[in-house]
Structures are given as C-alpha cells and as structure tokens.
C-alpha cells in the first residue's frame, strides 16, 4: 500500500473534505490511475434533497429524525448512502431501531 499509494485529502458525502483520510496513486504508477484516464469532477458531487447522511454520521442527527426515513427512504429503495447496505447506520437503525 505505501509503496503504491499516499495520503491524500478525500471528500466524504455530507462529512466535506477531510485532509489524509484518502488515498491517492503516487506520480510514479500515473499510468494505473483512473483519475487520469477517465474525467472525474469530485466538486461536482450532487447532494440528494433531504437526506441528512451527514448529520447522521457525526452522530447529531439520530436516523429516524430524517424526514425521509422509513417513507422514502427504505432498505429495498434507499435514498442515501446511509440505508444501501446493511451495515449503514440508516439501514440498521431500520432494522434494529425503535420505530
Ligand atoms: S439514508 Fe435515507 S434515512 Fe438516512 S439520512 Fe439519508 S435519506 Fe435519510
């Protein structure tokens, strides 16, 4: 991994860009690095209207305080990041949480 890969800023969805919390290809393997062959704008990143994945991950929003959850937003069609998988907080707190 160091070999290959640095620290980098990366941007997390509702969390902004978090300085060293990503990786980035080094100089040297440019080759191998699909920023460089395909176009990839990451300060073009769309926000979903009314999901509060990033209130939710820094733990000042409980999931069942977004208006969207367990209406729009469920397991089987999820609206955000946090209710796509199983282990997301959004997803879990549906399926463990008190509703
Ligand atoms: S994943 Fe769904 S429930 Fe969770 S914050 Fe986003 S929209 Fe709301």
Redesign the pocket.
Known sequence: MRTVFSESASLWRGLGKIEKSGLKIKEEFADFDAENKFYIDWDSGVD?A????GE?LKGTMT?DK?P??GKR?VPAN??????VSSE?S?AAYYKYGER
């Open positions: 979903i009314g999901c509060k994945c939710v999931p977004c969207l959850f937003c999820p609206v955000g990041p946090c209710m997301g959004c």
